[in-house]
């Protein structure tokens, strides 16, 4: 039986800004392209959700990389959920991570 993937509205926040940054760097179809295998990556999760690795810092926290981006979640097994926390690009400085 498959984890429920549930995307925190700061996730949702992250990929908005992703696109916007994407679409005025590249083009509106790459940024399109990337929001979407980001998406995937985080549905992904609902099959095999402790495959990502441990944030040290953040106790609980999990992540898994579409470079140069991570997908970082937290797993409730008893719930049988993945609460996808942030998209964040893995260039930015992690004490501004907000897990919340």
Do not use: C
Request: proline share 5%; charged share 30%.
């Amino acid at each position: 039986m498959d984890y429920r993937v549930i995307l925190s509205r700061p996730a949702l926040r992250d990929l908005s800004e992703i696109a916007r940054f994407v679409a005025g760097e590249s083009s509106p179809e790459t940024a399109e392209r990337i929001g979407s295998e980001l998406l995937d990556l985080a549905e992904s999760l609902a099959k095999l959700p402790l495959r990502g690795s441990l944030l040290r810092s953040r106790l609980g926290a999990r992540r898994v990389l579409l470079a140069p981006y991570l997908v970082v979640y937290r797993v409730d097994q008893a719930k049988r959920e993945v609460r996808v926390l942030r998209f964040w690009h893995a260039k930015r400085n992690p004490d501004e991570l907000r897990l919340g």
